[in-house]
Every structure is written in structure tokens, then in C-alpha cells.
């Protein structure tokens, strides 16, 4: 039987949740719950830490398992009723292992990075704000002091924070060499090895390059029907905002890393779209950060 009801994300909502759900255990005679989520991005993380920290079993799916599940229910209905209940169905047929929650210190460094992200944002709205107002005819000097004083508030917290983000690697050795380690692969900076490390929790979190390639939405999505072949594409799940800090990064690698040079180049030689063949270079650019966490060496391009 599916019932349909409504939560919001928030700590209120996660207790609404979580007497609901020990309301529907009663009346089937059970106290063994299980939740299952999807991994839409960073929506699902506040939930699943907090049922986590309650003392529940959760399981985080990839949405691309998900939508092939659909698929082979004949599913072409998509609203939110529809996809939970796809979801619920999956996870009673397919008994998912738990999700293991990351060690703090990698779940501190993403929430680290994450934030000061959003701070930067507000720096870049608030300066173009302020170039806005000062290229008026009468500008309006007591909004663009205010302005510039947020602007300096903003900056002495981003600041702050990545001082404490510096404080928590240097504080802990094995930290700081699995930084070290992906901040040796030519084009990766110390904030792209910072957060590859949390993602990947030093090495830890996959069984496999292509795994945490998939992770991070950088699969290649193939798109045929019979024997006519469409354009492939990134399949971009997972979280977006840690996918999109591995464009530069592999923009810069394209210019100074030969391993991901030559994958470039070799591809627009094949006819290969600009963007097509950026996206390869980010997905090798984690293929090669899991390997030295993994095999806990540094980067040498000679073995590429």
C-alpha cells in the first residue's frame, strides 16, 4: 500500500519523519525501519546524518540506479509520489546495504569548503552590486559604504574559515599526507586536493576509480537506440557543486599534465566536442587522485 506524505528538510521535519515512520512500524508489528534516499546532490545529507545520529538504518541510492529500476517497471509517470514510491520499492526488493556515514574530519572539510563556496558567491553579487551602483550618474555612496563594509565581513570569514580548514589538516598527520598526495598530480591546487580527499575519505569510500567517477555524475551516459548512436554526455548525477570545482582544475591539468594533455588531445583528434573531451579530463583527474590515495604514492606521470 503507498501513503503519501510530506516532510519538510529540516530537523522539525526529520522528527516528523521519524514518528511517522515508527507509527507505520507498529501498525506492521516491527521496529526494524529502514529509509531509503536518493543522492540528489546535498539535499539528502542533512537527512541522513541526522536519522543516522537517531539510530536508524538509511540507505543512499545513486539516482541513476534508481531510474533504471523505474525503467524496468515500465515507470513513465514522474512526480514526486510516483518517484517515492519507486524508491520504496526498490529498496524492498533490492535490501540495499546501510550507508555508512564519512569520519568527521572529512565530513568537516567538505562542510568547510561548502560554506566558504557560498560565501564567495555572496562576495562576487555583492562587488557587482557595487560596481552597479558606483557607475550611476548620482551614485548612491551611503548603500555602497554598506555594501563594502559586507563585502569586508564576508572576506574576514571566508579568511576564518579556510585558516581553520588549514589548522584541521596540519593537525592531523594522515590528513596531510593524503593532501599532499593529490595535491602532487600536475593541475590539482591544495582546495581541489582538500576536497577530493573528503570525497573520496582519503581513499576509502570506493572500491574503484570508475566507482567514485560515478559518484561524482563524471560516467559517460551512452545514448543509442538500436543501431543508431546519439551523442554521449556526463550523466551528472551526484553532488554538482563538487563536480563543477573539477573543471578548472582540469583546465589547468589539460596545459601541465601530460597524462590528461594527451587523453585531450587524442579526443578532438577523434572529433570529439570541446566540452566532451574537458569532461574525460576530469574524469581521469579523479581516476588518478583515487589511485595515490588508494596505492598512497605520489603522482608520477611516467606510469599514465
Not at 185 to 201: C, N, P, R, W, Y
Request: net charge positive.
Amino acid at each position: 500500500k503507498s501513503i503519501k506524505k510530506t516532510f519538510s528538510n529540516d530537523p522539525k521535519g526529520y522528527e516528523e519523519l521519524i514518528s511517522w515512520a515508527k507509527r507505520q512500524g507498529r501498525r506492521e508489528n516491527t521496529e526494524d525501519i529502514q529509509f531509503i534516499v536518493e543522492s540528489t546532490g546535498v539535499y539528502y545529507e542533512n537527512l541522513a546524518f541526522y536519522l543516522v545520529d537517531s539510530g536508524f538504518k538509511i540507505s543512499v541510492i545513486n539516482p541513476a540506479h534508481i531510474k533504471a529500476f523505474g525503467k524496468s517497471l515500465g515507470s513513465r509517470t514522474k512526480t514526486d509520489h510516483k518517484d517515492a514510491y519507486i524508491i520504496t520499492l526498490f529498496g524492498m526488493r533490492q535490501n540495499p546495504d546501510p550507508w555508512q556515514p564519512p569520519a568527521p574530519k572529512y565530513r568537516k572539510l567538505i562542510d568547510y569548503r561548502r560554506t566558504i563556496e557560498a560565501y564567495q558567491k555572496q562576495k562576487v553579487m555583492i562587488i557587482n552590486r557595487i560596481k552597479a551602483l558606483e557607475t550611476r550618474k548620482e551614485p548612491l555612496n551611503d548603500i555602497i559604504a554598506i555594501e563594502k563594509e559586507t563585502l569586508q565581513k564576508i572576506e574576514e570569514k571566508i579568511k576564518e574559515l579556510k585558516k581553520q580548514m588549514e589548522e584541521l589538516i596540519e593537525n592531523d598527520p594522515d590528513l596531510k599526507k593524503e593532501v599532499e598526495l593529490v595535491e602532487s598530480i600536475s593541475g590539482i591546487g591544495k582546495d581541489t586536493a582538500m576536497l577530493l580527499v573528503a570525497v573520496m575519505e582519503g581513499g576509502k569510500k570506493f572500491s574503484s576509480a570508475k566507482e567514485a567517477a560515478a559518484y561524482l555524475g563524471l560516467s559517460v551516459a551512452r545514448n543509442q537506440s538500436g543501431n543508431i548512436e546519439g551523442k554521449s554526455r556526463l550523466d551528472k548525477q551526484g553532488p554538482t557543486d563538487i563536480r563543477k570545482c573539477l573543471y578548472l582544475p582540469a583546465v589547468t591539468a589539460i596545459r601541465w599534465n601530460p597524462i590528461i594533455k594527451n587523453l585531450y588531445e587524442r579526443l578532438l583528434e577523434r572529433g570529439k566536442a570541446k566540452m566532451v573531451a574537458i569532461g574525460a579530463a576530469m574524469r581521469k583527474l579523479v581516476h588518478i587522485a583515487f589511485g595515490v590515495l588508494k596505492n598512497k604514492t605520489e603522482f608520477n606521470p611516467s606510469l599514465g
